[in-house]
């Protein structure tokens, strides 16, 4: 009977055992998953606003080289900006970095979009812009930086588009997926696999026949008359 006891018991904490074994790897992930979810932006995001502010600033960069190519930058930023000149300024340019950093800071790190539409407007309107001011405009005739500065505005806006759509939003989509899985597992688990019986509650094994044999035999004795 103590070897049954013993049996169960050791049973029991056999089957806790397992359990917690199998409960503690799900319960890493899901608090893993759950500082991710706890986060301001993720680092994907993030990169991409970074990249967003690269542009601004790589803009704004070559804009200034430009201005002092030629001389001093008072005059050809007065030229430029109180003068300006559709065909030949380089200003609308710079304002049309500030439009993009403007809308998609505001939409992917302030808001957290998760949808492709604000980017595809900046994309289209820097296109489009682009497009006509160097049909319309005589900056090819000024140099390099006629050539330079609307082709690396347009490459660094479709760059943009191409972070966005094929690799924020996607990672995104597939870290709140993995993370509703793994949420699931670890609701589903105490149904799978059930919890050690508390400390104390013992079980008694049920009776042998020999032991019901021997309670017979002791009843007999008792009846059996005194001589």
Not at 102 to 124: F, P, Q, S
Not at 129 to 143: A, E
Request: glycine residues 6%.
């Amino acid at each position: 009977m103590d070897s049954q006891c013993s049996g169960s018991v050791g049973s029991r904490a056999t089957t806790g055992a397992v359990v917690n074994i199998n409960s503690t790897p799900i319960s890493a992930r899901i608090e893993s998953y759950e500082g991710g979810e706890q986060k301001c932006i993720s680092d994907v995001r993030r990169t991409f606003c970074l990249f967003v502010t690269f542009d601004l600033l790589f803009i704004t960069l070559l804009w200034i080289i430009e201005l002092n190519v030629n001389g001093g930058i008072k005059e050809h930023l007065k030229k430029e900006v109180l003068e300006y000149d559709y065909h030949e300024s380089f200003f609308d340019i710079f304002l049309l970095a500030v439009f993009r950093f403007t809308a998609l800071i505001l939409a992917y790190a302030v808001c957290k979009l998760r949808h492709w539409w604000a980017i595809a407007i900046t994309t289209a309107i820097t296109t489009g812009f682009l497009i006509v001011k160097v049909v319309l405009s005589k900056l090819l005739s000024q140099g390099a930086f006629g050539y330079l500065l609307p082709i690396i505005s347009f490459i660094l806006a479709w760059i943009e588009t191409w972070l966005l759509d094929f690799k924020v939003l996607p990672q995104e989509a597939g870290d709140e997926i993995r993370y509703l899985s793994v949420q699931n597992a670890l609701d589903r688990e105490p149904l799978l696999h059930p919890g050690p019986a508390p400390d104390g509650q013992f079980y008694s094994p049920p009776e042998s026949m020999a032991d019901s044999d021997e309670d017979l035999d002791d009843k007999h004795d008792l009846e059996k008359p005194i001589i």
